[in-house]
């Protein structure tokens, strides 16, 4: 880990994907300390999305392990299939006697035995079992294991980029975190959120965004909302917005007050309860 | 380096542990803190406060949920003094007259924070030489004058400690002169010793939900056990635990008057946790429990249903939540014919005394601020009752009334 290395690669974001300075800082800090790098936010906000940039922006391979509710830590590291080797073996087939036949490496194998540094994205690790992240603490620290079948060991040639996203369901133990640096990715403020749109539609009226932006932010503040609309909903009401003209006029009448309800609102409130509400906060303001 | 530093952050509760601090100055010797100089990029120099602050925070705090004392806690070590709120409620004094500060405090009528406040300088006549002193002091500092925000009246020491109102009088001010990243206190909504609003149910469900997946493990778990007879070439049973559990949930809130507006937070709460739960019912009454019991909130409009036929229907292995804050004439809760609202032959302790009997784990959640809970006899009374299973309606105490019934 050379500090006067001037051409160390560090992450400032990609061409599709606008990164906050505090995310900036914060995967370079785990890349610079080896680190793995936790990630939460509100839904919406580019967790999982953040690790495939990463690994464009540093022209690394990205493997991604997307964590079930029926994950286990081991699954991670290998499998070995025992079942196979039985049938196999009733079979007479020859291959049962190399017992490494029947070891599938998991992803953790994988990037750890990757030829070139690899971004290692372990996705919605809150989804698994309360023990899960514990079961993982030895492989993260020393970046190797132990194979019991074969007797082999494992071991990192290069410490991939870890970086572990969470939704928030479940609380990770402490052990754990103590590990990880974390990072919250806030909810974009205005400005930033101009310049997401910005990648996403270059082309864009600042008439459009302004009104759209306007009615995005107020329908955020509604207090008593069961999902707000978040950065993936604006997108896609953008896109929606865009190909359709008459939606543009309705939203110019909407926010003259004389449309209640902002035009294919369905892209932003995916919640019935939700759309009830605004439509209740509609009537009122109009009185 | 940094060690005054992680010793305030300690105080203030962000629990760090000397491997944070390590890993913060090992951040520092990788030159993380530093950014190229905006004259001469070959030079590099220390980048700025809000870099800091970042890095900081990214080193230190391992959850949102203390983000908010994070904040606070550099404040303090930054700022140097001993309570953020304290300066900005001060600088606010300076517009309001003399008169107004004396009456409210009155010796024999102290808050709790006052008292607080007191204890710390000794004597009335020193807290006011002191409060003088600072107000002298800021008026020469801040000749500019800041806005009086209103604070819904409370009084001058209600804003010293973690009054959510006070604070934030404080937050704006400060924007409009210095902004500091750490004073805007962001994250105060994400900390968990927050009373609970709407915005924070989810966070209180994801406590809930854990509540729900403990389960003992007596379920054949096919898929392990076949891979591990394959493995080992002779029967090996695997058992796991069931993963919906059964835990059933009886809930019985207190309506009317004061309760409204938390009953229907935590309605939400509930319900939206019901899918975890087997079963989850609740049950209504009004400011103590006695003979019955109501199925709607609405209680006029429904018939009540004894208490006895509760206790009938609802084994033992329910986990009983009661919701309400405790608070009542004394007569009400220990004598006979005590109720405001009617004729009940039995006292209302009688009854909870009954519940408690009868099921095996029951808790009481209570809206109002623990720091008061001492100052109202029956609460005081009916925590004892409880075998001080009464939890605050915060997020933090939702979790420990959840460790405690998933026991």
Known sequence: MSTTDKTKKSFTGTQNYIATDDLQLAVNAAMTLQKPLLIKGEPGTGKTLLAEEVAESLGMPLITWHIKSTTKAEQGLYEYDAVSRLRDSQLGDDKVYEIGNYIKPGKLWEAFTSSERSVLLIDEIDKADIEFPNDLLHELDKMSFYVYETGETITAEQRPVVIITSNNEKELPDAFLRRCFFHYIDFPEEDTMRRIIEVHFPNIQEKLVNDALDIFYKLRNIQGLKKPPSTSELVDWLTLLLADDMAQNELEENLRGEKSIPPLYGALLKNEADVSLLQRFANMMRR | ?407
């Not at chain 2, 602050?53 to 705090?61: A, G, K, N, P, T």
């Not at chain 2, 924070?200 to 729900?212: H, K, V, Y």
């Open chain 2, 1 to 407: 380096m940094f060690i005054k530093l992680f010793y305030t952050l300690r105080t203030y509760g962000v629990p760090v542990s000397t491997r944070e601090l390590l890993d913060l100055n090992a951040a520092l010797d990788q030159g993380l803190m530093m950014q190229p100089h905006p004259e001469n990029p070959e030079l590099s120099t220390f980048a700025s406060r809000e870099d800091m602050y970042r890095l900081i925070r990214l080193c230190m705090v391992k959850d949102e949920r203390h983000f908010d004392k994070f904040d606070r806690a550099m404040a303090d070590y930054f700022e140097g003094v001993d309570s953020l709120d304290m300066d900005e409620l001060l600088a606010k004094l300076t517009d309001i007259p003399k008169e107004w500060l004396d009456l409210k405090l009155d010796p024999k009528n102290l808050t709790e924070e006052q008292r607080r406040l007191l204890k710390k300088y000794g004597s009335l006549e020193e807290l006011m030489k002191a409060l003088e002193e600072r107000l002298k002091e800021q008026k020469e500092r801040h000749q500019g004058g800041s806005k009086w925000v209103g604070t819904g009246g409370t009084s001058p020491f209600g804003a010293y400690g973690d009054h959510p109102e006070g604070v934030r009088v404080g937050g704006e001010s400060r924007k409009r002169s210095a902004a500091k990243v750490w004073e805007q206190r962001k994250y105060r909504n994400l900390d968990d010793d927050n009373q609970l609003g709407t915005r924070q149910i989810q966070m209180a469900l994801r406590n809930l939900r854990q509540f729900a997946r403990t389960g003992s493990a007596d379920e054949l778990d096919i898929h392990e056990t076949i891979k591990r007879t394959a493995k080992k070439g002779v029967l090996d049973i695997h058992m796991q635990a069931e993963r919906r559990n059964r835990v059933k949930v009886l809930m019985l809130f207190d309506v009317g008057g004061s309760m409204d507006v938390h009953v229907e937070a935590l309605e939400k709460l509930f319900s939206a946790a019901k899918n975890e739960f087997k079963t989850l019912e609740f049950f209504y009454f009004h400011n103590c429990l006695y003979d019955y019991v109501w199925k709607d909130n609405n209680r006029r409009h429904s018939a009540p249903m004894p208490t006895y036929e509760l206790l009938n229907t609802y084994g033992r292995e329910y986990r009983v939540i009661f919701v309400g804050d405790a608070s009542m004439s004394p007569y009400e809760l220990m004598t006979v014919g005590g109720s405001v609202e009617y004729m009940n032959n039995e006292a209302g302790i009688v009854w909870l005394k009954r519940v408690l009997a009868h099921f095996d784990k029951v808790a009481w959640l209570n809206p109002e601020n623990p720091a008061y809970w001492n100052y109202t006899q029956t609460i005081v009374e009916i925590k004892k009752l409880f075998d001080n299973k009464m939890y605050p309606m915060t997020l933090h105490g939702v979790e420990e009334m959840t460790n405690y019934l998933a026991r």
